[in-house]
């Protein structure tokens, strides 16, 4: 039921988390853009886990689109993705304040901002979610 909101939410929370991370980059150094997907060449440990969140996000946000006949569920999993999302956030603000090797100032790109847009989806998409739940047990008490 793709034409359900909730479902266009979660679609659009996963072509953000998923794709957009090809297009935006996370930082400028003045030698060169970093994207997500870059990360997984560096050495340090912490800079492989972005990417692995942005492709987590966006396959959990994506597999709940088809998780409408049980709404609970879809619920449940609207949260996990908020929270792999706030976690990533927290990580890419960590990252951004302690970069290895900051000796020129680099600018911060919009990519990091993208975890923010994919949380504001889907707490709209859990609102819609709620209010359909509600709505069906209201028309169950008039049975």
Do not use: C, H
């Amino acid at each position: 039921m793709i034409q359900r909101i909730q479902s266009i939410y979660l679609l659009v929370a996963s072509i953000v988390s998923g794709a957009l991370i090809f297009v935006f980059n996370l930082w400028k150094n003045p030698l060169q853009e970093v994207f997500a997907f870059d990360l997984f060449m560096r050495d340090f440990f912490l800079l492989k886990i972005i990417p692995l969140l942005f492709f987590l996000s966006a396959t959990v946000s994506f597999f709940s689109v088809f998780l409408f006949r049980d709404r609970k569920l879809q619920f449940v999993i609207g949260r996990l993705v908020i929270l792999i999302n706030l976690f990533l956030l927290g990580l890419l603000i960590y990252v951004s304040l302690t970069l290895p090797g900051e000796i020129s100032i680099s600018e911060k790109g919009i990519g990091m901002f993208l975890p923010i847009l994919v949380v504001l989806l889907t707490v709209l998409a859990n609102k819609a979610i709620k209010k359909d739940e509600d709505l069906v047990k209201s028309a169950d008490r008039l049975r």
